[in-house]
């Protein structure tokens, strides 16, 4: 959901029988077909708070890597994943931790005249992304920081959580 590039697209299509891949624009949706090309794999353009193109219940695993920073309402994108996903499925978010945002990271890239340009992004905190989940009946499974390499460990860079559909 909110595939952009396509980064974790080729991974992602490793792994499933079917995947569709989604984002509300179109241009970086072109670039992610371009890097990926499976009969398995459908892209469609669509927002991630809108109701999604998929039947209820019909759903093994969603993926967010890097989307909800970008949205400032998340219980509405929470609520299409949980009815998308069914029973027993896995909704996994992975984003910039929010110890990066309080030190003032943000999404950000080169103009085409090389100017830096922030991509608009909202403060979440952990326990916003479990509260929400959880009122859509998604069960926090796991949660995990994560650190580069060349990091000195005061600051983690991604913050993961792995949310089960349970009725």
């Known amino acids: 959901a909110g595939c952009g590039?396509?980064?974790n697209t080729g991974f992602l299509a490793t792994l499933t029988r079917e995947l569709l891949a989604f984002d509300f624009?179109?241009?970086m949706l072109a670039?992610?077909?371009?890097?990926?090309?499976?009969p398995h794999v459908r892209y469609t353009v669509h927002d991630v708070?809108?109701?999604?193109?998929?039947?209820?219940?019909?759903?093994?695993?969603?993926?967010?890597n890097l989307v909800l920073e970008h949205i400032?309402?998340?219980?509405?994108?929470?609520?299409h994943a949980a009815v998308a996903v069914r029973?027993?499925?896995?909704?996994?978010?992975?984003?910039?931790?929010?110890?990066?945002?309080?030190r003032g990271s943000q999404a950000r890239?080169?103009?085409?005249?090389g100017?830096?340009?922030?991509?608009?992004?909202?403060?979440?905190?952990?326990?916003?992304?479990?509260?929400?989940?959880?009122?859509?009946?998604?069960?926090?499974?796991?949660?995990?920081?994560?650190?580069?390499?060349?990091d000195d460990r005061a600051w983690p860079r991604l913050l993961t959580m792995q949310f089960i559909k349970s009725t």
């Open 72 to 79: 400032e309402d998340l219980d509405a994108v929470f609520g």
């Open 109 to 113: 890239y080169r103009g085409d005249s």
């Open 87 to 102: 029973d027993g499925g896995v909704v996994f978010v992975s984003e910039l931790h929010p110890f990066r945002q309080y």
């Open 31 to 38: 670039v992610a077909e371009a890097k990926v090309r499976a």
């Open 115 to 150: 100017e830096e340009i922030r991509v608009q992004a909202f403060l979440h905190h952990a326990s916003d992304y479990i509260r929400c989940a959880e009122g859509h009946g998604l069960r926090l499974d796991r949660l995990s920081e994560w650190w580069h390499a060349d």
């Open 5 to 7: 590039t396509g980064k």
């Open 49 to 64: 708070r809108e109701a999604w193109p998929v039947a209820a219940a019909t759903v093994d695993f969603i993926t967010f």
């Open 25 to 27: 624009s179109p241009e």
